[in-house]
């Protein structure tokens, strides 16, 4: 019962999301915006109190606490900037799982599924970066947002 519910709610808020994909977006920007705030308030009351015990820990979470503010306070005001981050941190990705294949492929004679991982490694990483170069533009990410809760809430509804 719980998973139907939350299928076909994914299902609805997909579908609102590709029928509005921006405003699908500044609502998936705010939210992240506000975690990544909180997460950076914690940081800083912690690298205070950390001042008393060690100095260098104090002021490493201190720095790191306001870096992590100034990002999510972009994120609130900015969703160009969730959609640069998503673009770039797919990009990464991608990336890493090419490089990954690769090494996976190298590796065959050693490992007998290699060559499989390695093809997938290559084709899902390529996957990635083409998914990043879509997530820089605001809509088509916002729309990439949409099919992902509409596909969510499919798989919770058949579970």
Do not use: H
């Not at 029928?19 to 500044?26: E, K, R």
């Not at 015990?53 to 979470?61: E, Q």
């Not at 503010?69 to 609130?76: A, N, P, S, T």
């Not at 390695?118 to 996957?127: D, E, Q, R, S």
């Amino acid at each position: 019962m719980k998973n139907t519910v939350l299928g076909i709610l994914a299902i609805i808020l997909g579908l609102i999301v590709l029928a509005f994909p921006l405003a699908g977006l500044v609502a998936a920007s705010v939210l992240t915006g506000f975690v990544v705030l909180m997460i950076a308030v914690w940081l800083l009351i912690v690298g205070g109190s950390q001042l008393e015990v060690s100095k260098k820990a104090g002021i490493m979470n201190l720095i790191l606490g306001i870096i992590v503010l100034i990002v999510g306070i972009g994120l609130i005001f900015s969703p160009a900037l969730f959609a640069f981050l998503a673009g770039f941190l797919l990009y990464l990705a991608g990336i890493f799982m090419i490089i990954a294949g690769i090494i996976s492929l190298a590796s065959r004679n050693e490992f007998k599924n290699a060559t499989w991982a390695g093809v997938l490694g290559i084709i899902l990483g390529l996957l990635y970066i083409i998914l990043g170069t879509f997530a820089f533009d605001p809509v088509y990410l916002g729309v990439l947002i949409g099919v992902w809760l509409v596909i969510n809430g499919i798989f919770a509804f058949l579970e």
